[in-house]
């Protein structure tokens, strides 16, 4: 996919899963401590954490190629022992594949052996090259990276819901003499805290993975009738 400076992908994929894993950092200062929150600070937290939505992408990227391995879902669903698109649609799938290039010729004869499986691969390489417009690839794409960079936060997300939900609950409990005294907005900083925990507990998993990966694998090889 072609990655402008501030496109749908970078700012859904990218940007918008920043901010998520950063979020308790961003509510516990600006709730519970209003009165460092001038403009000057906020200037200063804010930028600092935008700065910090650059950095997320390459610890995820690096996190993504030693403990989740790319696989490639769609060239594993043409494999003709697969049984994820039924007989009649990868039959067609591999005639028009056959039709297109001669360096595809390994579709007319299908089989489980590695060399298939190798063609498959470079007729997924060809897919995500002709369909990079294709509105339906594009949204399925997003959604997976998106999700991949949640998955591959995960720990880092947990941990800093933890500690600013523990920073929040100990300042409110040794700087205010009661919980009357407590403002509204710290147990606001620290049910929000919760709330994003049990998110990245249970909200982002490895088989919610799997599945917008799928999904996208699916969505790139429909377009094969379109070519």
């Known amino acids: ?93 591999y005639k028009k594949l056959a039709e297109i290039d001669q360096t595809f010729s390994e579709f007319q004869h299908p089989n489980a052996s590695k060399s298939f499986y190798q063609c498959c691969e470079s007729a997924i390489r060809y897919l995500r090259e002709k369909t990079r417009t294709n509105s339906l690839v594009m949204e399925e794409n997003i959604n997976y990276g998106f999700y991949r960079t949640l998955y591959s936060n995960k720990r880092i997300g947990i941990l800093l819901c933890i500690v600013f939900g523990f920073l929040a609950a100990a300042y409110s409990l040794f700087y205010f003499k009661s919980f009357a005294q407590i403002p509204v907005s710290n147990y606001i900083a620290f049910s929000v805290n919760i709330v994003l925990l049990a998110f990245w507990i249970f909200g982002v998993t490895q088989n919610g993975l799997e599945s917008t990966a799928k999904q996208y694998a699916k969505a790139l090889l429909s377009t094969i009738d379109s070519i």
């Open 1 to 93: 996919m072609k990655i402008e400076l501030l496109d749908a992908y970078h700012i859904r994929v990218r940007l918008s899963a920043s901010i998520i894993v950063l979020a308790p950092v961003a509510i516990t200062i600006f709730l519970c401590f209003q009165e460092i929150a001038t403009v000057v600070s906020s200037s200063i937290i804010i930028a600092v954490l935008l700065a910090f939505t650059n950095y997320l992408p390459i610890v995820q990227r690096q996190i993504y190629k030693k403990k989740l391995p790319f696989k490639n879902y769609a060239a594993q669903f043409l494999m003709p022992d697969d049984e994820v698109i039924n007989p009649t649609s990868k039959k067609r799938y």
